[in-house]
């Protein structure tokens, strides 16, 4: 750590407004059920930012992530948890363990995107963040969705690099897991929450009796962490799927990943756990073989 200090006081406080929302995470990650471990990495990163002598935004700015995992006990998916507060002013992983998660209508806001292609994106193409949908912009898939032309791709993607606040072509992930891995992670969940020993959270949208009923699940594949949840969007409510598709959030390269589980209703994959966007995968798994209908679209 090399940045020279600055004087204490309010550049300061941008280090006490980040340590407790990483505090808060380590608070609903101990009511959630989630390791002791991942808990405690929380919580000791909070201790260290607080006694940063030098504004953890400045750090950033001269290092990038190198600079902040210099920090004691910030590893580098905390380290990108303390980036999302410096860039985007909020810290996804928070909303999503507060019940907040809105993957749709981060999306409207941008030009040439309404409710309706803001749903595809989402539940087509597993677009849950500006993130990942920045990521979409420069791998292909916006491009193959039907209506995402030229121009609209160009004004989309110059709204990304302002709100992220920077360029990035984003590289695809060496380290994604497997199917495999992935549907036992969705049968893990889907299997407690259907016993009932998950505990639940009280989403923000679509429940104006503020119930908690989404469980939500904390485990570890290896060293990989995942948190899964029904999908609690429009669609899957307006189609009656929201105990059946499962997101599963999980570390990837430089950024979290997400993925939805569906069963399809049609096609080889008809009746099975299948992850949207690997169909082929998921017959290789199976060992059924493609009809050449296998997208699991809104089902």
């Known amino acids: 750590m090399t940045v020279a200090a600055s004087p204490a006081g309010p550049a300061l406080l941008v280090n006490a407004r980040i340590a407790r929302r990483l505090d808060e995470v380590a608070h609903l990650l101990d009511e959630q059920d989630a390791s002791a471990f991942r808990i405690m990495a929380y919580r000791n990163a909070a201790a260290s930012l607080r006694a940063l002598p030098v504004p953890?935004?400045?750090?950033?700015?001269?290092?990038?992530?190198?600079?902040?995992?210099?920090?004691?006990?910030?590893?580098?998916?905390?380290?990108?948890?303390?980036?999302?507060?410096?860039?985007?002013?909020?810290?996804?992983l928070l909303e999503r363990l507060r019940g907040e998660v809105d993957p749709v209508g981060a999306f409207e806001g941008l030009p040439g995107i309404g409710p309706v292609l803001a749903e595809r994106l989402h539940h087509e193409l597993g677009i849950g963040s500006l993130e990942d949908l920045e990521a979409a912009?420069?791998?292909?898939?916006?491009?193959?969705?039907?209506?995402?032309?030229?121009?609209?791709?160009?004004?989309?993607?110059?709204?990304?690099?302002?709100?992220?606040?920077?360029?990035?072509?984003?590289?695809?992930?060496?380290?994604?897991?497997?199917?495999?891995e992935l549907l036992d992670v969705d049968r893990e969940y889907r299997e407690r929450a259907g016993d009932g020993t998950l505990p639940t959270i009280a989403p923000r949208r679509f429940?104006?009796?503020?119930?908690?009923?989404?469980p939500v699940l904390h485990t570890e594949r290896g060293d990989r962490h995942y948190t899964?949840?029904?999908?609690?969007?429009?669609?899957?409510?307006?189609?009656?799927?929201?105990?059946?598709?499962?997101?599963?959030?999980?570390?990837?390269?430089?950024?979290?990943?997400?993925?939805?589980?569906?069963?399809?209703?049609?096609?080889?994959?008809?009746?099975?756990?299948?992850?949207?966007?690997?169909?082929?995968?998921?017959?290789?798994?199976?060992?059924?073989?493609?009809?050449?209908?296998?997208?699991?679209?809104?089902e």
């Open 207 to 214: 429940n104006p009796a503020h119930q908690a009923w989404l």
């Open 56 to 92: 953890v935004s400045d750090l950033y700015t001269h290092e990038g992530l190198a600079g902040l995992e210099t920090i004691p006990g910030v590893g580098h998916v905390i380290a990108r948890a303390i980036r999302d507060q410096l860039q985007l002013g909020r810290l996804p």
């Open 137 to 180: 912009a420069h791998d292909g898939r916006l491009q193959a969705l039907p209506g995402f032309g030229a121009k609209r791709l160009a004004a989309v993607t110059a709204a990304l690099a302002g709100r992220l606040g920077r360029v990035r072509v984003a590289l695809p992930d060496e380290d994604e897991p497997g199917v495999a």
């Open 228 to 298: 899964a949840l029904f999908s609690n969007t429009a669609l899957a409510h307006r189609l009656g799927r929201t105990h059946d598709w499962v997101v599963l959030y999980y570390d990837g390269r430089g950024r979290e990943r997400q993925c939805t589980v569906v069963t399809p209703h049609s096609g080889s994959l008809r009746g099975r756990r299948a992850v949207r966007g690997r169909e082929v995968e998921c017959l290789a798994y199976y060992g059924v073989s493609h009809t050449g209908a296998e997208a699991t679209g809104a």
